[in-house]
């Protein structure tokens, strides 16, 4: 599957920015989707994920009650909306998507293996 990532910027601390991923794939509702971030000089991180259905989301506990992931299956997209943003939050973002569902809550890089290129979002102080 290909994946695309748009929306990332800069933002003021405490604002709100939503990224958003394309999918080219015709089975896109089969698929578990996630963010992950990757800051300079750190290792890719899990933000969140989102099951095939939508009815089941997963955050980390950096951005849990600030991020929101949901998926559109009619429109092949995951949407990532990120709310009270703080500098530590500045990083590159990235889609994922894994056909089928994944066995933990808490993924790492190896669970995926449909990448898109990442978006930048930049946090200002």
């Known amino acids: 599957v290909q994946l695309q990532a748009s929306g990332g910027g800069l933002v003021q601390a405490g604002g709100s920015l939503t990224l958003s991923c394309a999918a080219s794939?015709?089975?896109?509702?089969?698929?578990?989707m996630a963010w992950f971030r990757q800051a300079p000089g750190k290792e890719r991180e899990f933000v969140a994920h989102?099951?095939?259905?939508?009815?089941?989301?997963y955050y980390s506990d950096s951005v849990k009650g600030r991020f929101t992931i949901s998926r559109d299956n009619a429109r092949n997209t995951v949407t990532l909306r990120m709310n009270m943003l703080k500098p530590e939050d500045a990083a590159v973002y990235f889609c994922?998507?894994?056909?089928?569902?994944?066995?933990?809550?808490?993924?790492?890089?190896?669970?995926?293996?449909?990448w898109g290129r990442g978006t930048l979002v930049t946090v200002s102080s």
């Open positions: 994922a998507g894994e056909l089928g569902a994944i066995a933990t809550t808490h993924p790492t890089e190896a669970d995926f293996s449909s």
């Open positions: 989102i099951i095939w259905g939508g009815s089941r989301q």
């Open positions: 794939v015709r089975n896109f509702n089969a698929y578990t």
